[in-house]
């Protein structure tokens, strides 16, 4: 297939771009300089050098391809009006394409925050109680499920978890500060997460890109409901030398980071019952179970950058 794919040098994105090529999936990326275009066209991938909040730089290109999969955030205060004009621009690509006979597929990134703290084990059909920081992902979401009502056009809703794996995201911060020697959680700490492998969650990508019958919402996770202490005590146990930690008060977090704070210390038990009906398994099942292979993953992935 011919999948054209946002956010292709991000976190998601990155995973995502990896598990398309090991498929054998003709990808365009969109980026943002022509560096990361030529790094990326000597792994085989067809770029275009633009920005999401410049439609008219890729809205052609993303109109020829089989699949749209938008995992790109515009990382600034204007992130939610850049994504709805992504949104809008990259649906209108696909729909027109589908207008013409052609199957298409548009695969949307949203976040398991969008339902707040969870009461019970949280399945798809959930209610909504987004926390500050992704208060405007609803709205995008049904922008999305909208457009894949009553049309050939395919639309899926991916709900990834906290991401771990690599060098990046929340978990790998914890790896950092351990190897700093000071791991600071916000709250108590006897919140659980919901957390995915980031290869995993790219896997369950390539699914819903791919396959006919992949519609609607979809969660990501690996489904362990580990609290974060047990999180940060095992990458303290696995660490060169054992770190202090810090446990921050909420009222203190936010003054430093704002509302992502309260994203962090979200309760969330889910479900990704759906995204196993797509034949979809985590190979990691756990953050504390697999801390001496992330802390491998982390010192091979700063080794590389």
Same mark, same amino acid.
């Given at each position: ?18 598990? @398309? ?32 909040? +410049? ?16 995992? $790109? @955030? =515009? ?14 621009? *990259? ?6 394409? $589908? ?13 398991? &925050?969008? *339902? ?19 208060? &405007?992902?609803?709205?995008? !979401?049904? @922008? ?25 995201? #929340? ?21 659980? &997460? ?9 896997? @369950?990508?390539?699914? /819903? ?14 489904? /362990? ?9 095992? +990458?303290? %146990?696995?660490? %060169?030398? =054992?770190?202090? #930690?810090?446990?921050?008060? *909420?009222? !203190?977090?936010?003054? %430093? *980071? ?21 034949? &979809? ?25």
């Amino acid at each position: 297939m011919r999948i054209f794919l946002t956010g292709a040098t991000g976190y998601i994105g990155s995973a995502v771009l990896d598990a @398309l090529l090991r498929s054998g999936h003709d990808v365009t990326a969109l980026v943002r300089d022509p560096e990361r275009a030529e790094r990326l066209s000597l792994r085989g991938v067809q770029s275009v050098v633009g920005e999401l909040s +410049v439609p008219k730089s890729y809205a052609s290109i993303a109109e020829g391809c089989d699949a749209i999969v938008h995992t $790109a @955030l =515009e990382q600034s205060k204007r992130a939610a009006v850049v994504d709805r004009q992504a949104i809008e621009t *990259l649906l209108g690509s696909a729909i027109r394409r $589908a207008a013409k006979g052609n199957p298409v597929a548009f695969v949307y990134t949203s976040d398991l &925050w969008i *339902l707040g703290n969870t009461s019970g084990a949280a399945g798809e059909e959930a209610p909504l109680r987004p926390t500050t920081v992704v208060d &405007w992902r609803p709205e995008h !979401e049904k @922008l999305v499920l909208d457009a894949g009502r009553g049309r050939v056009l395919r639309t899926v809703v991916v709900r990834p978890g906290v991401v771990y794996g690599g060098a990046r995201g #929340i978990v790998g911060d914890f790896l950092k500060d351990a190897a700093n020697g000071l791991i600071r959680i916000v709250g108590d700490g006897g919140n659980r &997460w919901a957390c995915v492998y980031d290869r995993d969650l790219a896997d @369950l990508y390539v699914r /819903a890109a791919t396959q006919p019958e992949a519609a609607g919402i979809y969660h990501v996770n690996d489904e /362990a409901d580990e609290r974060v202490n047990d999180i940060v005590e095992a +990458v303290a %146990k696995h660490a %060169k030398m =054992e770190p202090d #930690i810090r446990h921050m008060p *909420l009222d !203190e977090a936010r003054g %430093k *980071l704002g509302p992502y704070a309260d994203a962090l210390v979200l309760n969330q038990i889910v479900r990704s019952s759906r995204a196993r009906g797509l034949g &979809w398994t985590p190979t990691l099942h756990s953050v504390a179970g697999s801390v001496p292979r992330l802390f491998e993953e982390f010192r091979t992935a700063r080794v590389a950058a």
